[in-house]
């Protein structure tokens, strides 16, 4: 089993910056993939931004691409999501989850953690 905590959402004004983090426990070495996903009201979970655990290529959907940066810290077993010029249509929970070697989807996830851009 792999837990997930996140931390560092708020409420900032448009054009702002925030810095997530994800803090990874348990059976830590078994994750393959870590990943952002974020869910605003009323519409459908995106997944935003992905990272292998080992290191590598990180992937961002076109809706943050250029202004997030997700990045890992194995040593500290974290993931954290820098978000850049925030617009009001970034606002979501954001959501933290692992994959490990053996899953297919995303298995493991964390409780999330609100973000809101005013404008």
């Known amino acids: 089993q792999v837990q997930l905590v996140e931390s560092g959402g708020g409420l900032v004004q448009a054009g702002g910056s925030l810095r997530l983090s994800c803090e990874a426990s348990?059976?830590?070495?078994?994750?393959?993939?870590m990943a952002w996903f974020r869910q605003a009201p009323g519409k459908e979970r995106e997944r935003i931004a992905g990272i292998a655990w080992s290191g590598g290529l990180a992937s961002y959907a076109d809706s943050v691409k250029g202004r997030f940066t997700i990045s890992r810290n194995n040593a500290r077993n974290m993931v954290y999501l820098q978000m850049n010029s925030l617009k009001p249509e970034d606002t979501a929970v954001y959501y933290c989850?692992?994959?490990?070697?053996?899953?297919?989807?995303?298995?493991?996830w964390g409780q999330g953690t609100q973000v809101t851009v005013a404008s």
């Open positions: 989850a692992a994959r490990t070697a053996i899953m297919g989807e995303y298995g493991y």
């Open positions: 348990g059976r830590t070495s078994s994750i393959l993939r």
